[in-house]
């Protein structure tokens, strides 16, 4: 709290642009009549599975730290809760009250769903911990002061904003023209969202009248409007609602004549609309149908759809972060040799014979040891198995560069 008020007190007063102040405003009213906003959207089952999917597989992947060493040796680096390194970070607890796979998953989604996403390492105090934080996507923006700097103006639960510079911030950003706001997906998706929402409220008042359709009742002479309401009224009564389905209507001999108006869904490719609306989303989002339980459902298709989902849809998001968090996550000293990595492997995993059959390859090759492979299964290392090996008589590596001989 003492560090905040010191920010606010020696902060410029932010300097907000019209193009910055308009990306807070997300939600909006399509052409079909209907309010599309983040909530709303996942009112509509593509959108939701997308949303999920994307921020599951991402979640899932470990994002992992690396040092390059002298004579190009790597070594990755273990969480240590002592030190609270960026490794035990990402790795074990991001802070107090967050698992890493449920900080990675709010992130991507605050990123749909915003079109930006921010997090908060805020200065460490003596003898506290380490810790990440997510700013709300929907209450932070950045903004710039008369000197041109950035900062990030976040409005807590007390409406007072609290400024925070650009150096404390990680933000990701989607659909970006300046490298500063981002754009989310909704935004763009809006009106098919919103036709689909629209679809979706027709359907349920479609099944809310019992599958009766409109109509025109013709009375005998001329009725105020009160008589009017009593006779739509009664109708409404006996023929509305899914338990009133395909009863018999009763007109009295007021009753001319009655005549439906509204055509049948079949007859205005009602569910045809529906797909539609639907493989549109999918394509917003980058997501391929097998993923939503649509499409082509044949395993080998499927496989080279996933590692094609992953170079084009995940990597984006992937390789941003990975860069992202190299620039605030660590000095300048550490950047000299420190990176960050997500596994990837955990998108590509594939059938045990597959994943064995890539694994001897990987070790008959030189590529890994035999402990490294063992360590993909979650097996235990044996005595001997660091040892690299090449094709030619299953020789080691070591022995070669020792001028050895071929074991025999």
Known sequence: MIIRRLRNAIAPVPMTTPELVETLNLTGTSISGQNVTPESAKNIHTAYRCINVLSDDVAKMPLQTFVSRAAGEIERMRPDNRSMNISWLLEISPNRWMTPFVFKKSIIMWLLNY??????????????????????????????????????????????????PAVEVMSLLINSADGITGKSVIS????????????????????????????IIWMNGELNEAARDKVRESYGKAMSGTANAYRLAVLD??????????????????????????????????????????????????????????????????????????????????????????????????????????????????????????????????????????????VAIENLSAGGTNAK
């Not at 009106?191 to 109509?215: C, M, V, W």
């Open 115 to 164: 079109g930006a996403a921010y997090v908060w390492e805020p200065v460490r105090r003596p003898g506290g911990r380490r810790e990440l934080f997510i700013l709300r996507s929907n209450v932070t923006r950045p903004v710039f002061d008369d000197k041109g700097e950035l900062w990030y103006e976040v409005r807590w639960q007390s409406g007072i904003p609290t400024y925070i």
């Open 253 to 394: 001999t007021k009753a001319s004549k009655f005549e439906t108006i509204t055509m049948k869904p079949v007859d205005a490719q009602f569910l045809e609309s529906l797909t539609d609306n639907d493989l549109q989303i999918a394509n917003f989002y980058g997501m391929p149908l097998f993923k939503l339980n649509a499409g082509k459902q044949a395993y080998n298709s499927n496989e080279q759809a996933n590692l094609d989902y992953l170079n084009t849809t995940l990597d984006p998001y992937l390789v941003q972060w990975e860069q992202s968090a190299a620039l605030k996550w660590l000095s300048q000293e550490e950047q000299n040799s420190t990176y960050f990595r997500f596994n990837r492997d955990v998108i590509l995993r594939t059938d045990a014979k597959t994943r064995s059959e890539v694994i001897e390859k990987r070790i008959f090759s030189g590529v890994m040891t035999p402990n490294e492979g063992r360590q993909i299964d979650d097996l235990p290392a044996y005595e001997g198995g660091n040892n690299h090996y090449v094709p030619a008589n299953m």
């Open 188 to 215: 763009y998706a809006r009106e098919t969202i919103g036709r689909q929402l629209a679809a979706h409220d027709t359907q349920a008042k479609f099944y809310s009248q019992g599958l009766n359709p409109g109509g």
